[in-house]
């Protein structure tokens, strides 16, 4: 226990401030850092936090290696209310890398149609947003958007953990209702 | 394993087999004149043959005779082409749109109180998709069967209409975790087709690589293990080193993972000094921090319980089935390429091994941690004596049909590539082998008499590639 403690005090809180994330939208002029400002953001668009369902149908696995990363200290997305969950019963938005495999095509519409609204998309890496090295033959129906709708996109062979929150952030603003009160619950 | 069909004028069908013996590795061909003929089961002498042959049959059409087990295995009963896909004229249609997965006959475990679990393929966490199916009794595991192939995307089909220089950039997709090794062990493969020679600075490059590619993977999965057993502070401490570590290989190599690096003949980029002091630098940084959490996880009785005893595989088991790689060091299977079968430039610096005859998840850990330190202290010498010279070579192509082997010890197993290049400079066939194909089957043995809330923690001591299985 002692070496535990010791460690944890000795490496202190990594977590890196937000860099600047690009807004569709104008933000109000008192903001506040950019972590805050994206934490507001989800709140107002969403009014709860972000939960994710990250689906595998067909990468080379080195997507899923970047997602994780995307969890660890330095960038610390649970702090910014996004947390990956184990179903798409409780899921907001499905994070999908890989060429759609013909054997995951099913696979994939079933857990498109197992989450509720509002059901956003986001399109992980070369292969879910084109198909990528591996295209479409018999055993690959290409990009994520040839099997289900997809809100949003980030390409990369794999992109980095930052491309890919970008990605999720633009899927969650483009959900905002363009009559809405900006800053108040959608 | 692995089925060929030449090109023409041959168009000879070849049952190829690759063994490793004492003396290196002997690539085996049986030419047949007509595939309906079948060739000799291997599965009674060699267990791990069973899902090869099976896969052999889905991909090649080419049938091992009174083989027992004669479902399907890569193949989910949705390709439309009515060839094999990796024959002529086979796997070019289109799939069909919206057909549902044939049912797939899983061994049915009777009795008193037997239910089944039925897990995936979209799995709970962030990983890659496959089926498991658990007969338990209460919380005990009585069996476990895999259901793979979900993953197939036909890598090997693809592999055929890439040119050969650029085919690596594929091959170093075959698995991402992996990428490092699929490059090399494709370019060694394309390398020895066509008599290239590769300078010595590539080389140990490639080595480099090779080893911050196990180290990466190491500290990942010494992260996961101590969060499956519920010390989620183990993650936290090795993700964030494995974000330093993969942070300096972008600026070293180009790339996080260090994709595309590895080019045939030698490598795409240079190190310049001031960055092999960096890389030492933090191989020391690293191995300091390393040490304190070894101290850690050691010591902490709630993991060490959770760890000793789960999921064994004994010396004895994992000999009888072929348990490879990592898993097969923990099992008391002594062998590592760099040790034995040793290439250039690792014969110059004499490996240590990591063994371990325990066989359950604590072994893989300590081989873990053990290989860590290893691969630390090579990549401080593969830095300090870079050899001068240059970086790659341009390979030329021999106009006449070629074959070519690359063999290299990834992080979890030995990989294999097998190549053949036809006379007009086409791929003829690339074979990718991850050593996953020998330790799934085993991970079945490993779980059975657990109880289902260790398997997450016996799966991820193993570590096993679903996309470097289903291709």
């Keep these: 226990m002692w070496h535990i403690l010791r460690q944890i005090v000795r490496t202190g809180i990594v977590t890196e401030p937000m860099p600047y994330l690009p807004l569709p939208l104008p933000l109000p002029d008192n903001a506040g850092d950019a972590a805050q400002r994206i934490h507001q953001d989800i709140l107002d668009i969403l009014g709860q936090a972000l939960t994710i369902r990250q689906v595998d149908a067909g990468s080379c696995n080195g997507c899923e290696l970047e997602i994780h990363a995307l969890n660890n200290p330095y960038y610390n997305i649970e702090g910014l209310g996004i947390k990956f969950v184990a179903s798409p019963r409780h899921a907001d938005m499905l994070l999908v890398t890989g060429p759609v495999s013909r054997h995951m095509e099913e696979a994939l519409r079933r857990t498109f149609d197992a989450t509720p609204e509002p059901k956003l998309v986001v399109a992980v890496g070369d292969c879910g947003c084109t198909g990528g090295i591996f295209g479409e033959s018999y055993a690959s129906c290409g990009k994520v958007a040839n099997v289900i709708p997809v809100d949003a996109t980030v390409p990369g062979c794999p992109p980095p953990p930052l491309e890919i929150l970008r990605a999720i952030l633009d899927a969650v603003r483009k959900h905002r209702p363009v009559t809405g009160h900006p800053g108040g619950p959608a | ?471």
């Design chain 2, 1 to 471: 394993m692995w089925g060929v069909e030449r090109q023409p004028p041959s168009s000879e069908i070849v049952v190829c087999a690759a063994f490793a013996v004492r003396e290196g590795l002997v690539w085996l061909e049986l030419p047949i004149d007509d595939s309906a003929a079948g060739f000799p089961d291997l599965a009674p002498l060699f267990p791990c043959a069973v899902r090869m042959q099976r896969g052999m049959v889905d991909l090649s059409g080419l049938r091992a005779e009174g083989s027992h087990d004669q479902r399907p295995w890569l193949d989910h009963g949705l390709w439309s082409s009515a060839r094999a896909p990796l024959r002529s004229g086979g796997g070019s249609v289109p799939a069909d749109s919206g057909a549902l997965p044939t049912d797939y006959a899983f061994v049915r475990v009777e009795g008193d109180g037997v239910h089944e679990i039925a897990v995936g393929p979209v799995h709970a966490g962030i990983i890659e998709p496959g089926h498991f199916r658990f007969s338990v009794v209460g919380e005990k595991v009585l069996r476990l069967e895999q259901h793979l192939g979900y993953v197939h995307k036909g890598i090997e089909r693809r592999f055929t209409e890439l040119a050969p220089l650029d085919a690596h950039r594929l091959a170093g997709r075959v698995s991402g975790d992996s990428t490092v090794a699929f490059a090399w062990a494709y370019c060694m493969a394309l390398e020895s087709a066509w008599r290239g020679e590769v300078p010595q600075r590539a080389l140990w490059l490639r080595a480099t690589m090779l080893e911050r590619e196990r180290v990466a993977n190491h500290l990942g999965d010494l992260g996961a293990l101590g969060n499956d057993a519920a010390l989620s502070f183990g993650l936290a401490q090795f993700s964030r080193l494995r974000e330093d570590w993969q942070r300096l290989s972008r600026e070293a190599f180009g790339h996080r993972f260090m994709m595309d690096a590895i080019v045939p003949g030698g490598v795409a980029l240079d190190v310049s000094v001031p960055m092999r002091d960096r890389l030492r630098q933090q191989c020391d940084a690293i191995e300091r921090e390393v040490h304190v959490l070894r101290t850690i996880y050691d010591e902490h009785a709630g993991l060490q319980d959770r760890f000793l005893t789960t999921g064994r595989v004994t010396p004895e088991l994992a000999a009888r089935l072929g348990l490879t790689g990592l898993a097969g060091r923990a099992s008391g299977q002594a062998f590592d390429l760099r040790c034995d079968h040793s290439w250039d430039p690792f014969d110059q610096f004499n490996v240590a091994m990591a063994p371990n005859r325990n066989g359950d998840v604590a072994a893989r850990v300590s081989v873990r941690f053990d290989e860590v330190f290893e691969s630390l202290r090579l990549i401080r010498a593969l830095c300090s004596g870079l050899p001068q010279g240059e970086l790659r070579v341009d390979l030329q192509p021999v106009h006449a049909p070629s074959i070519g082997a690359g063999w290299v010890e990834a992080w979890r197993g030995e990989v294999f590539v097998a190549l053949e290049v036809g006379a007009d400079g086409r791929i003829t066939r690339c074979h990718c082998h991850d050593p996953s194909w020998q330790n799934w089957p085993v991970l079945e043995h490993a779980v059975i008499g657990n109880i289902v809330p260790d398997f997450p923690l016996i799966n991820k001591s193993f570590n096993l590639s679903y996309s470097g299985h289903d291709l």
